[in-house]
């Protein structure tokens, strides 16, 4: 912990006017989650913002597995959760996620999307994000081998993929290398300095493809060759050479050549390796670019909105948890699972989703109330197999390939979760109508309906129909209205199987809440 | 050159600064209110009910054999040209059905896109601008299926057809988002799940949606962050209009005459399918006809394709006109580029996008304008450059989108079409 977050806790404890028992004692530092909370709180409190109260265990469990391994929890998980009466089970059952296979399985997804933005999906890039989560890879290490390897065996080739489909183009190589892992979009800053933020001169722009441009190769493999230039022209100027150039403003001087290179041997001098280096020396960018893309996925919305914009002209809506927590992540050697661990057990993630009544709503850029997310269609059609299913899944790897198989074939009819999310007919037709949806409601493969038509009545079938899909009891007038519309229906046969497409496809299910 | 509102890329300064001074400035139009695309568009009068059928023809034509021809010059070719409606003006003697329809069309014979890769040069001359790494932006189609859209209309602003091997290219939604997607007719010319599934009543499938709604409505009345349901909510109420349309893509519903004058061919029953949708109201349709690649036997090949294509271009054209609504539709004939005017070993013509040709007819157009000319032996522009950017602001104008409208992608003001695209405005009326 720095000394700089220790100020922070100091004054907050003392300002904030905690009992003098809650002070923490210097040599038991408190825990991180402790301190997030506490910067959290006194933001509020800043604000005059009132929070909304904590949501129930069990609705920031489901959220969690969601967020963690892209599904609903299954019944057996549901209720070993429930049953638990432990008065942390939360933070326990978060640390038995975040220790299991299925977290890393399912996980990389999350950080391929982050890494390759539209160019996500390669599945050897896949692979080697997986297994990088299994061996508990720091962020750090996950990002030099991606921009410099070394590509020496099976395991790490597959991290030159992200280079590799940008080979073509070097203008889309570093404006990506800087989006990606730097959460920087400088390509505005090509033609001119950035008009709109301070922070990007061309000069900045042309000392980041200093450290690209020499880049190269093709056909699997990734090379840097021995000479190539930045070069650039200024507005009323002539053209220069950039020299290569970090973010942060410093340059770095290319040492002079030795007087007889070694033909056809590969460059012992590399321009990406110093990039490595600098933003390794520096720590700040790419620590919080991170940060920020893991805190945008769980809450729906950056600390430094969009993304890809962090600069002075736009700094994080509560600054002293961002600061915070790019400081702790790179001090503690940019672990991912503890960051997100950090992120999930903070008080911000337990918000209920309901804003405290009189008040009016606080902003989103405030986390105070927790904001509908729609499911990535992965997250929604694994959830759809799963909940359906016959809670016989254990993630085992057989059932994770036989998800995966149907993932390819049913993802791509399901709308993305963009920044502006926007729901299509498309989905809507394909969920209402068609015949790969249709099985998966087929009773001969499904137990879920199976098991609800064994109950002995409506009520019973409905109860257990909103604790298996919604994760949670339904209320009086809930199943009031719902035994009333089963036994409305004509069709009594199909009514049961109408009344679970229809909690499927409502937004309790297709968001994240 | 990427756009970011600054005043070096030529664009007026106080357009830049938007909202604040658009009492002065004429080039915002504040209907095209960009990235919150839930908003709806505020359509000026000259745009409403202006409607577009694009035809991409796949892989790139060659202007050799269809609108620039060069008789008698090495790179000419074995076709003679014949006369048009147009004195002085002569097409591909492969098109005599055009020829005489010259005064509905208007041909640019001088573009110079200079991308000569497929997919980059079909993205390209799609979106009118270069591609960008930051901002991923819409297909010009979808940009205009969302300003001409119908407001509450049962029907998609867009339907787009690509049945053909080559050109399978989905649009692009870009920034405007998913709820602007075209339907897309991939397998065939009916949409897909528009029936409902089999042995399932119409009552029964109302009945579970009205389910689904009410017990999304009561979820979402409590929410922070439920504006995002209303969107869900209202793309399902959407299908029901979808399902009830279905008849429209029936084309057994045509007069057997009509169908034979369109032909058999996947091309003519998509154009007399894309006339059913225009006089339905859907603002926007798009053709794909692919196989135009022509890098070995382009004579042969061309000599199969364009009488097809002159053909059904013009039944089209006529059956517009005849029911009154070539003045309100824009007919684009679009490639992504055309052919070189070397002719290869294998009696090819490669990728060429440095001089070539597009046509258009209908609403804004002024037929019987030739724009534009190459030299004699086709190798260069001439006259009258334009390139992709310019292409696209004269698309829009025609139908009365102003190009330099603006969307807000984030931070930045997005005009319509790229701030130093120029309209040719020698085509239009």
């Given at each position: 912990?720095?000394?700089?977050?220790?100020?922070?806790?100091?004054?907050?404890?003392?300002?904030?006017?905690?009992?003098?028992?809650?002070?923490?004692?210097?040599?038991?530092?408190?825990?991180?989650?402790?301190?997030?909370?506490?910067?959290?709180?006194?933001?509020?409190?800043?604000?005059?913002?009132?929070?909304?109260?904590?949501?129930?265990?069990?609705?920031?469990?489901?959220?969690?597995?969601?967020?963690?391994?892209?599904?609903?929890p299954t019944p057996s998980e549901q209720e070993a959760f429930a049953t638990n009466s432990s008065p942390d089970r939360f933070e326990k059952a978060v640390q038995q996620i975040l220790s299991g296979r299925e977290f890393s399985w399912y996980f990389a997804t999350v950080l391929d999307d982050m890494i390759q933005g539209s160019a996500a999906g390669n599945e050897r890039f896949l692979g080697y994000l997986r297994e990088s989560l299994r061996e508990h890879k720091g962020w750090d290490t996950i990002f030099r081998e991606v921009l410099i390897g070394p590509w020496d065996n099976e395991a790490r080739k597959p991290a030159s993929v992200f280079l590799e489909s940008r080979l073509k183009d070097v203008d889309l190589l570093t404006t990506d290398v800087t989006r990606s892992f730097f959460g920087v979009d400088i390509s505005c800053a090509r033609c001119h300095n950035h008009p709109l933020v301070q922070d990007w001169k061309q000069d900045h722009y042309y000392g980041m493809v200093a450290f690209l441009v020499r880049t190269g190769g093709g056909k699997g493999s990734v090379t840097e060759k021995p000479e190539g230039e930045a070069k650039f022209t200024r507005?009323?100027?002539?053209?220069?050479?950039?020299?290569?150039?970090?973010?942060?403003?410093?340059?770095?001087?290319?040492?002079?050549?030795?007087?007889?290179?070694?033909?056809?041997?590969?460059?012992?001098?590399?321009?990406?390796?110093?990039?490595?280096?600098?933003?390794?020396?520096?720590?700040?960018?790419?620590?919080?670019?991170?940060?920020?893309?893991?805190?945008?996925?769980?809450?729906?919305?950056?600390?430094?909105?969009?993304?890809?914009?962090?600069?002075?002209?736009?700094?994080?809506?509560?600054?002293?948890?961002?600061?915070?927590l790019a400081d702790d992540f790179a001090e503690h050697g940019y672990d991912i699972r503890r960051l997100i661990a950090l992120m999930v057990t903070s008080r911000a993630y337990r918000m209920d989703g309901t804003s405290p009544p009189g008040a009016s709503a606080p902003g989103p850029e405030h986390f105070a109330v927790s904001r509908l997310r729609p499911l990535t269609p992965r997250q929604y059609v694994t959830s759809v197999i799963i909940a359906l299913g016959d809670d016989q899944y254990r993630s085992t790897p057989e059932q994770q390939a036989a998800i995966d198989k149907r993932l390819t074939e049913l993802m791509p009819r399901f709308d993305p979760r963009t920044r502006e999310f926007q729901s299509s007919s498309r989905e809507a037709l394909f969920v209402s109508n068609s015949d790969a949806m249709a099985k998966l409601f087929d009773a001969k493969e499904n137990h879920l309906l199976a098991r609800l038509k064994q109950l002995p009545d409506h009520r019973q079938r409905v109860q257990a129909a909103i604790m298996a899909l919604f994760g949670r009891a339904p209320t009086q007038a809930e199943t009031d209205h719902l035994v009333k519309w089963l036994t409305a229906q004509t069709d009594s046969k199909a009514a049961v199987d109408d009344l679970v497409w229809a909690l499927i496809a409502s937004a309790e299910f297709r968001f994240n809440h | 050159m990427r756009w970011c509102g600054s005043p070096e890329h030529r664009i007026?300064?106080?357009?830049?600064?938007?909202?604040?001074?658009?009492?002065?400035?004429?080039?915002?139009?504040?209907?095209?209110?960009?990235?919150?695309?839930?908003?709806?568009?505020?359509?000026?009068?000259?745009?409403?009910?202006?409607?577009?059928?694009?035809?991409?023809?796949?892989?790139?034509?060659?202007?050799?054999?269809?609108?620039?021809?060069?008789?008698?010059?090495?790179?000419?070719?074995?076709?003679?040209?014949?006369?048009?409606?147009i004195p002085g003006y002569h097409v591909c003697e492969l098109m005599p059905n055009i020829a005489s329809r010259m005064k509905h069309i208007a041909v640019v014979r001088s573009?110079?896109?200079?991308?000569?890769?497929?997919?980059?040069?079909?993205?390209?001359?799609?979106?009118?601008?270069?591609?960008?790494?930051?901002?991923?932006?819409?297909?010009?189609?979808?940009?205009?299926?969302?300003?001409?859209?119908?407001?509450?209309?049962?029907?998609?602003?867009?339907?787009?057809?690509?049945?053909?091997?080559?050109?399978?290219?989905?649009?692009?939604?870009?920034?405007?988002?998913?709820?602007?997607?075209?339907?897309?007719?991939?397998?065939?010319?009916?949409?897909?799940?528009?029936?409902?599934?089999?042995?399932?009543?119409?009552?029964?499938?109302?009945?579970?949606?009205d389910l689904r709604a009410l017990l999304s409505d009561r979820f979402a009345r409590q929410q922070a962050g439920s504006e995002i349901v209303r969107g869900y909510n209202s793309a399902y109420q959407k299908i029901r209009g979808l399902m009830r349309s279905d008849h429209l893509f029936n084309l057994e519903k045509e007069p057997l005459t009509v169908r034979e004058r369109y032909g058999r061919s996947p091309f003519g029953q998509q154009c007399l399918l894309a006339r059913r949708l225009i006089e339905a109201r859907v603002p926007v349709v798009k053709i794909a006809r692919g196989f135009w690649?022509?890098?070995?036997?382009?004579?042969?090949?061309?000599?199969?394709?364009?009488?097809?294509?002159?053909?059904?271009?013009?039944?089209?054209?006529?059956d517009l006109a005849a029911r009154g609504l070539l003045e309100s539709t824009l007919v684009m004939v679009l490639s992504e580029f055309g052919r070189t005017p070397v002719i290869n070993q294998d009696v090819g013509r490669d990728h060429f996008a440095a001089a070539w040709s597009v046509a258009m007819a209908g609403a804004g157009i002024r037929g019987g304008t030739i724009y534009g000319q190459t030299d004699a032996d086709g190798r260069a522009v001439k006259d009258g450059e334009a390139n992709a950017s310019d292409l696209a602001a004269t698309i829009y104008q025609a139908v009365g989108i102003d190009p330099r409208s603006e969307y807000q992608a984030g931070l930045r003001p997005v005009p319509l079409a790229k701030e130093d695209a120029r309209v040719i405005k020698e085509i239009l009326r």
């Open positions: 912990m720095t000394a700089k977050s220790w100020a922070l806790l100091l004054g907050l404890l003392v300002f904030g006017g905690q009992k003098a028992a809650a002070f923490p004692r210097l040599s038991r530092p408190l825990p991180a989650v402790v301190l997030l909370n506490g910067l959290l709180e006194s933001h509020w409190q800043e604000q005059h913002i009132n929070p909304a109260k904590q949501a129930s265990n069990e609705a920031i469990f489901r959220r969690a597995m969601l967020d963690l391994l892209g599904r609903v507005k009323h100027g002539k053209e220069q050479v950039a020299p290569m150039m970090f973010l942060t403003g410093q340059k770095i001087e290319e040492p002079a050549k030795p007087k007889l290179p070694a033909p056809n041997k590969p460059p012992v001098y590399s321009r990406r390796a110093e990039l490595v280096k600098s933003a390794m020396q520096d720590k700040r960018f790419l620590s919080q670019a991170f940060v920020n893309r893991c805190w945008e996925y769980l809450f729906g919305r950056g600390l430094v909105d969009p993304v890809d914009q962090i600069h002075s002209g736009n700094p994080a809506s509560i600054p002293a948890v961002f600061d915070w | 007026h300064r106080r357009s830049f600064l938007g909202g604040t001074l658009a009492g002065l400035v004429s080039t915002v139009n504040l209907g095209g209110i960009g990235l919150s695309a839930a908003e709806p568009t505020i359509a000026p009068l000259r745009q409403r009910g202006k409607q577009v059928i694009f035809i991409w023809l796949a892989g790139g034509s060659s202007q050799f054999e269809t609108w620039d021809p060069k008789p008698g010059r090495d790179t000419g070719g074995p076709f003679r040209t014949i006369g048009t409606s573009l110079n896109t200079v991308q000569s890769e497929h997919e980059q040069a079909a993205d390209l001359v799609s979106i009118g601008r270069p591609k960008e790494a930051a901002l991923d932006y819409p297909e010009i189609g979808v940009v205009m299926s969302k300003e001409l859209a119908v407001p509450d209309s049962e029907l998609p602003d867009y339907v787009s057809f690509f049945t053909t091997s080559e050109g399978r290219r989905r649009p692009r939604v870009g920034f405007l988002g998913a709820n602007h997607s075209p339907l897309l007719l991939e397998k065939s010319i009916r949409p897909e799940d528009l029936d409902p599934p089999p042995g399932m009543s119409e009552i029964r499938h109302h009945s579970r949606e690649d022509s890098h070995h036997d382009n004579f042969e090949s061309h000599r199969e394709l364009v009488p097809d294509f002159d053909h059904v271009f013009s039944v089209l054209i006529d």
